[in-house]
């Protein structure tokens, strides 16, 4: 079924030395925009310096992850919309400002303009997704009309002033050089406004428009080709543009010869590098001259922080209005979707008027042209209010295309409509998961899978927040609760889960329904200079959210450090990064989905660390009472999976599922056979304990339960406990 899905590049997730890779001109924006066209039936880009957004209509959102994919490996930084309220919900988040890197700054209103503009004259966007781009520059206007979202001081004009004032820049001894006509007239009306200064000199590829706008400033306008005349006795440089010029660019600045690198080292005074490109114009490693002050997007973004929070107190007023608006919209899509069945029915109603008009006229005798007008607007009224009520009950209806008894079949056959073929989604199915980036990774692909076996179903995403997403990791089902909370309540009608994140617990009225096919079920190693574990120098901070781990960990090195870590997978990276953790161990299925397995320095064998039960897998759990979705999820449940799953959490149950020792398991089923591993060990990892057990796959239950046994019984020999 045809919806409105999206992708998304952005400052939230992405550095910029990501960012500006993928960085479009209008001449690439076009050209991606053919592309993607071939492959949706409308499409819209939104490029700017913080983010490039991508749009579409259609019935998938692969050919997107693959325009993406064809760029570079941007898998780990991307959010996916697959289905229309998220891609709604973000535009909409986007266009009210909050989603930008200054909330609530007033340039990303008129940046999605101008992309509606080119998409329209490229006539890459239809009826749907202009509809969609007007009404989100619509939440816009109305977020910052009826909010003070954009009324506190945020903007890049007043940051670059403010980063003026801090290096104590005397204006009017000072010159200022400014690389870009586009966006940089208001920090250069900000400067002029507030202070004299000695020259000005703006620079662009557009000399007739450098001209103008340094005509206006009482400054001097120069071509890009000429810079490096000018950089020497340049105290300001502002950069600006978007690819036209890559000043200092040079890799080597040390070593280059070129007069735009030496003259950062050559200078007599210090000077002041603002740096508004994406691309960026300078280059970074001017950061480590001592007499260069370097600033870039992200280094503003660090920056704007405490301004911003005063913009911070009207998101949730603003998020009301995201919240109304989405749901006008919405239901302006599924009205569309009945709109066949209306055109028809009004097509109808206007050749019985003419039918009608063609007797009646000739049997009138004479009458005028005014009274000729004047009963054909009665008849044109007559026929709107006797469609007033039908087409407002057709429009209801179409707000719920997925009943099983869909009213727009009846509507078809009362009005002899029934040559009219609309899409009437069999089911909508609402999914209910955490919305983390990789817990979303995960369901959008299980959507797909259901998707593939069922697609006359409507499928819709509900981000769910849970305690574990509130930091709260220490409370039974963290991860899992809330989630099973709102598929009780009817709030969704299955749950998509890392299987590993289940508590052992069942939930009354509740199934797993069905497994995944299992992704790499290995544990793996990201250590900050690129080492494996055996070169990691005697002391060495090893960061796991995981007793198991720590545990397996020590068995391989004990002269290592194991620290606990928390945290998505970026953060927990980020956190390394920071030089908090010299090494971190992660699991390789989600970074394996997350596109993420380039950051990997060492792979761990299942013989070095055995897995958690379950980990690589995806739960899907119903309603038991629910038998329409228990009938859909079967068809993608891998029975091999469900049988090896089924014993590790047999043998975690066994042995006390959530005690504090550290157990793992990993079955595996192979022909009709099964094998299984399990690890026992003691909370303080003195004793640790492995053993497999291997029979017939139908028997994993009974062989699993034996297997815990053993080693329980062994346990107890070992450290003398009564009750392991």
């Known amino acids: 079924m045809d919806r409105i899905v999206g992708i998304e590049l952005s400052h939230q997730n992405a550095p910029i030395s990501v960012r500006e890779k993928m960085a479009m001109n209008k ?16 499409v819209f880009i939104l490029s700017t310096c913080n983010r490039l957004s991508i749009y579409a209509f259609g019935n998938s959102f692969r050919a997107l992850e693959s325009f993406f994919e064809g760029h570079g490996k941007f898998s780990q930084y991307l959010s996916v919309y697959p289905d229309s309220r998220l891609a709604i919900q973000n535009l909409f988040s986007t266009a009210a400002g909050i989603e930008s890197q200054a909330i609530g700054e007033h340039q ?14 490229e006539k890459t966007i239809g009826p749907v997704l202009d509809e969609f781009i007007r009404h989100a520059v619509h939440v816009g206007k109305r977020a910052r009309l009826e909010t003070n979202i954009g009324k506190h001081s945020a903007s890049l004009a007043t940051v670059g002033f403010e980063l003026i004032a801090k290096h104590k820049i005397n204006l009017e001894e000072s010159s200022i050089l400014v690389i870009g006509t586009g966006n940089m007239a208001n920090l250069v009306n900000t400067v002029l406004d507030r202070s004299k200064i000695r020259s000005l000199k703006v620079a662009s590829h557009n000399i ?47 070593n280059s010869k070129c007069t735009r690198a030496q003259f950062a080292m050559d200078a007599s005074r210090p000077k002041l590098l603002i740096d508004f490109g994406l691309p960026r114009n300078f280059n970074p490693a001017l950061k480590s001259f001592d007499n260069v002050h370097l600033y870039d997007l992200d280094d503003i973004k660090r920056m704007t922080y405490e301004g911003l929070l005063k913009r911070y107190d009207e998101i949730p007023q603003v998020k009301k209005i995201i919240g109304e608006e989405e749901d006008k919209f919405s239901e302006w899509l599924y009205q569309r979707k009945a709109s066949p069945v209306i055109e028809a029915y009004w097509k109808g109603l206007l050749d019985t008027k003419e039918e009608e008009l063609k007797w009646l006229m000739p049997k009138m005798g ?14 044109h009224r007559l026929i709107r209010k006797v469609s007033k009520k039908p ?36 089911k909508r199915v609402v999914i209910g998961t955490r919305g983390s980036k990789l817990a979303l990774t995960q369901s959008h692909w299980m959507i797909e899978k259901l998707r593939e076996a069922e697609p006359q179903n409507e499928y819709i995403t509900k981000v769910i927040r849970t305690s574990g997403d509130d930091g709260n990791i220490d409370t039974m089902g963290a991860f899992t609760t809330a989630i099973q909370r709102a598929l009780l309540n009817r709030e969704v009608d299955i749950a998509v889960h890392s299987f590993k994140d289940l508590p052992i617990e069942e939930v009354n009225d509740l199934t797993i329904a069905a497994v995944s096919e299992r992704e790499d079920v290995r544990d793996v190693l990201i250590s900050n200079k690129g080492v494996k574990l055996k070169d990691l120098p005697k002391g060495s901070i090893v960061g796991t959210g995981s007793l198991r781990r720590e545990i397996q960990l020590k068995e391989l090195r004990p002269d290592l ?53 379950c980990q690589g897998a995806l739960a899907i759990e119903v309603r038991k009472s629910d038998k329409d979705c ?46 299984i591993e399990g690890l026992y060990a003691s909370a303080d990892g003195k004793v640790v304990l492995r053993d497999k057990i291997e029979g017939h ?28």
Request: hydrophobic share 40%; glycine share 8%; charged share 30%.
């Open 208 to 254: 007739k428009r450098a001209t103008q706008m340094a005509k206006e400033w009482g400054g001097e306008a120069v071509h890009v080709s000429k810079l490096p005349f000018h950089l020497a006795d340049s105290d300001i440089i502002v950069g600006g543009t978007q690819g036209e010029v890559n000043l200092l660019s040079e890799k080597e600045v040390e």
């Open 697 to 724: 796959k139908k028997l994993g239950v009974q062989l699993a339960d034996q297997l815990a046994r053993d080693l329980m019984q062994l346990m107890r020999q070992k450290v003398g406990f009564e009750d392991g």
């Open 366 to 379: 004479e009458v005028s042209e005014e009274q000729q007008k004047l009963i054909e607007k009665f008849a």
């Open 391 to 426: 087409l407002e009950e057709v429009n209801n209806f179409a707000q719920n295309l997925h009943h099983q008894d869909n009213p727009i079949n009846t509507v078809k056959k009362v009005f002899n409509l029934d040559n009219v073929e609309i899409f009437v989604p069999k």
């Open 561 to 613: 450090e194991v620290k606990f870590i928390q945290g998505n997978v970026d953060s927990r990276i980020q956190q390394m990064r920071e030089g908090k953790y010299d090494a971190i161990v992660l699991a390789a299925a989600g970074l394996k989905r997350l596109g993420m397995m380039g950051e990997v320095t060492e792979i761990f064998s299942e013989k070095e660390m055995l897995p958690a039960v």
């Open 630 to 675: 228990l009938e859909l999820v079967r068809k993608v449940n891998d029975e091999n999976i469900e049988l090896a799953t089924e014993a590790e959490r047999t043998f975690l149950l066994a042995l006390g599922g959530g005690c504090n020792y550290p157990i793992a398991a990993y079955a595996q089923v192979k022909g009709d056979s099964i094998k």
């Open 108 to 121: 990303i209103v008129g940046q999605i303009r101008e992309a509606l503009d080119l998409a329209r004259k």
């Open 27 to 42: 001449e690439q924006s076009v050209q991606a925009l053919r592309d993607l066209k071939e492959h949706y039936k409308e």
